[in-house]
């Protein structure tokens, strides 16, 4: 990551991000989803069905309230290798796409989030702008990832040691 950052800024730590730049920080786009994958924000998502349905080999009603849980897909060896893994590589394999339904970072379907493309740019923007101009450390990393889940997970404590880059 910090390497693709250095061979397009080339250490000028202050000039404007271009929509060129977004699309040349592929390693840094590869990170985000990943980090998404691995750790989903939304770790589930309500659904209401409209008309009876089979799901899971089990018929279900109209109306049945259902909850599609992002982290159980997310984590499913049948649609990830290694899906344990962080492994930020996987996205950046030449014509690798994820297997339909397989990675929800942004919902799906008619419900999908209308600015994710916004937040993808907003994202890699932030990596590039932050580790372009610091060295940033976890304190402690063997300390397990203090979490705390509702309709979202936050990270509830993360001790980093900041610092400028040479």
């Known amino acids: 990551m910090l390497n693709e950052i250095d061979r397009i800024f080339q250490d000028d730590k202050t000039r404007p991000i271009t929509e060129n730049d977004i699309h040349n920080l592929k390693y840094c786009e590869a990170i985000i989803k990943e980090v998404s994958r691995i750790f989903s924000i939304v770790n589930s998502l309500p659904r209401c069905l409209?008309?009876?349905?089979?799901?899971?080999?089990?018929?279900w009603p109209a109306e049945t309230m259902i909850r599609i849980n992002i982290d159980a897909i997310h984590h499913n060896d049948e649609y990830w290798e290694e899906p344990n893994k962080f492994n930020p590589d996987r996205w950046m394999v030449e014509g690798f796409e994820p297997k339909k339904n397989s990675f929800i970072m942004f919902g799906g379907g008619l419900r999908v989030c209308p600015g994710r493309k916004l937040a993808m740019i907003e994202l890699v923007c932030l990596m590039a702008l932050l580790f372009r101009k610091y060295e940033i450390d976890l304190i402690d990393k063997e300390a397990p990832l203090k979490t705390e889940s509702g309709v979202i997970t936050v990270c509830a404590e993360l001790f980093v040691e900041i610092k400028l880059r040479n």
Do not use: C, K
């Not at 409209?50 to 018929?59: A, F, L, M």
């Open 50 to 59: 409209e008309t009876p349905n089979e799901i899971g080999g089990y018929q």
